[in-house]
């Protein structure tokens, strides 16, 4: 018996031992994706303006946002500064320790050497502006994170007062619809993280996080009420 109980438990704590590295798998993923698309859309001349600059230029709408609107926040005190130093310090590891600075600043004076700065500084500055942006939205999303507990808190609120209404009335439960639901709480929330972070234009953040955090506290609140009469 004791064996069996251990053996229910271990998915459990696997669970919550693996969460962080399943964050940290979806950030990867998200930059990667974001990279990705950003070079597709160089190799194919879809961006305008063209090359390493649409990049730079969604970073730099990007940090106009975050410099003018998040000057302030629950969670630190000067956002604007950290983030300035996140910036410095990863093109610092990135780009000036690696090398790969200097070597867009003076590329070689052989014929192999200006063929490779020809065709790989787009892809090349462009990952840079990338992460960078990748950066300041992550921010963003961190800062907003009241946001999401906010709707949570809502959501918490409404599915029980609904859940109560149903148990006191003649409403059926439906087994089928909170074991759903409740599957679809962190990925709704995940899903939007991920579109954002990885969407090769600008976009004001609002248009987003406000959305996918009603939708959040919705799908909490929905999966609440349809949670089982007697606990």
């Known amino acids: 018996m ?10 459990e704590k696997k669970k919550k031992e693996f969460l962080p590295c399943k964050v940290i798998g979806i950030l990867i993923f ?26 730079k230029l969604v970073m730099k709408n990007e940090f106009g946002w975050f410099s003018t609107e998040f000057q302030k926040s629950l969670l630190y005190s000067t956002p604007v500064e950290f983030v300035e130093w996140a910036i410095l310090q990863t093109h610092h590891w990135l780009f000036v320790r690696t090398g790969i600075q200097a070597w867009l600043n003076d590329p070689s004076s052989s014929e192999w050497g200006a063929w490779i700065y020809h065709y790989l500084r787009d892809y090349v500055e462009s990952a840079l502006y990338v992460i960078i942006t990748f950066i300041i939205r992550l921010m963003i999303i961190v800062l907003t994170s009241p946001l999401f507990l906010l709707a949570a808190l809502v959501g918490i609120v409404d599915g029980l007062v609904q859940r109560d209404l149903r148990r ?17 709480i962190f990925p709704v929330m995940l899903v939007a993280w991920i579109f954002y972070l990885s969407i090769p234009f600008s976009i004001h953040p609002n ?17 609440l009420s349809n949670f089982k009469k007697h606990l």
């Open 2 to 11: 004791a064996g069996s109980e251990q053996d229910k438990n271990q998915p």
């Open 30 to 55: 998200s930059l990667l994706l974001s990279i990705i698309i950003e070079w597709v859309g160089i190799a194919f001349q879809y961006w305008e303006p063209p090359g390493y600059l649409h990049s």
């Open 168 to 184: 006191f009335g003649v409403g059926r439960e439906s087994a089928f619809k909170y074991h759903h639901a409740k599957r679809a």
């Open 207 to 223: 248009w987003i996080l406000i959305p996918s955090a009603i939708f959040f506290g919705l799908t909490i609140s929905f999966t």
